[in-house]
T-cell receptor, first 113, second 115 residues
Framework: TQLLEQSPQFLSIQEGENLTVYCNSSSVFSSLQWYRQEPGEGPVLLVTVVTGGEVKKLKRLTFQFGDARKDSSLHITAAQPGDTGLYLCAGAGGSGNTGKLIFGQGTTLQVKP | NAGVTQTPKFQVLKTGQSMTLQCAQDMNHNSMYWYRQDPGMGLRLIYYSASEGTTDKGEVPNGYNVSRLNKREFSLRLESAAPSQTSVYFC??????????????FGEGSRLTVL
């Protein structure tokens, strides 16, 4: 069974701080997605990374896919209260599974003003 | 645009009762999914439908049944609810040809409590 381990599971920081969320697996994925979920809503896609070593930036958010396509990271620069939410990574197309998205357990981010 | 619409948003059941969660999407997507979300466990796939007329089990199908009524609608039924099925349920859809790697569009969720 493929697993995606996210760390940390909970992060509480002050506005203006930087942070990194990690998503790790022993399996190789063909692509990896990051979603953000706000309370009472469904997850919304932030980015998809496909190529090993790929880096994508979305304003203050930087996403990286590991060279071996087994891990990914999300770095937020100068966090703001509006970044508060649950961040989920999801891997697709891994070997030995049905090909459906496998989700990590999520990282809850709280940014205090 | 409505996107993915789920009903009901909240439901309280007693153990043994049955109910159906409804989901409809207006994006002409082929693939639809039902997930459950529990604290600290992310999203787990219950059932999915790659296209109209087909359904398949996901990671945690026990205690659930699904029906792909047409291209737009995908329902999830609990025949005899158990407290372990207390969860938030999400319906999602994805565009044609992107079932395994494309963006999932989620509904707002249905919060179910089984007493």
């Amino acid at each position: 069974t493929q697993l995606l381990e996210q760390s940390p599971q909970f992060l509480s920081i002050q506005e203006g701080e930087n942070l990194t969320v990690y998503c790790n697996s022993s399996s190789v994925f063909s692509s990896l997605q990051w979603y953000r979920q706000e309370p009472g809503e469904g997850p919304v896609l932030l980015v998809t990374v496909v190529t090993g070593g790929e880096v994508k930036k979305l304003k203050r958010l930087t996403f990286q896919f590991g060279d071996a396509r087994k891990d990914s990271s999300l770095h937020i620069t100068a966090a703001q209260p509006g970044d508060t939410g649950l961040y989920l990574c999801a891997g697709a197309g891994g070997s030995g599974n049905t090909g459906k998205l496998i989700f990590g357990q999520g990282t809850t981010l709280q940014v205090k003003p | 645009n409505a996107g993915v619409t789920q009903t009901p948003k909240f439901q309280v059941l007693k153990t043994g009762q049955s109910m159906t969660l409804q989901c409809a999407q207006d994006m002409n997507h082929n693939s639809m999914y039902w997930y459950r979300q529990d604290p600290g466990m992310g999203l787990r796939l219950i059932y999915y439908s790659a296209s109209e007329g087909t359904t398949d089990k996901g990671e945690v199908p026990n205690g659930y049944n699904v029906s792909r009524l047409n291209k737009r609608e995908f329902s999830l039924r609990l025949e005899s609810a158990a407290p372990s099925q207390t969860s938030v349920y999400f319906c999602a859809s994805s565009a044609p040809g992107q079932m395994n790697t494309g963006e999932l569009f989620f509904g707002e969720g249905s919060r179910l409590t089984v007493l």
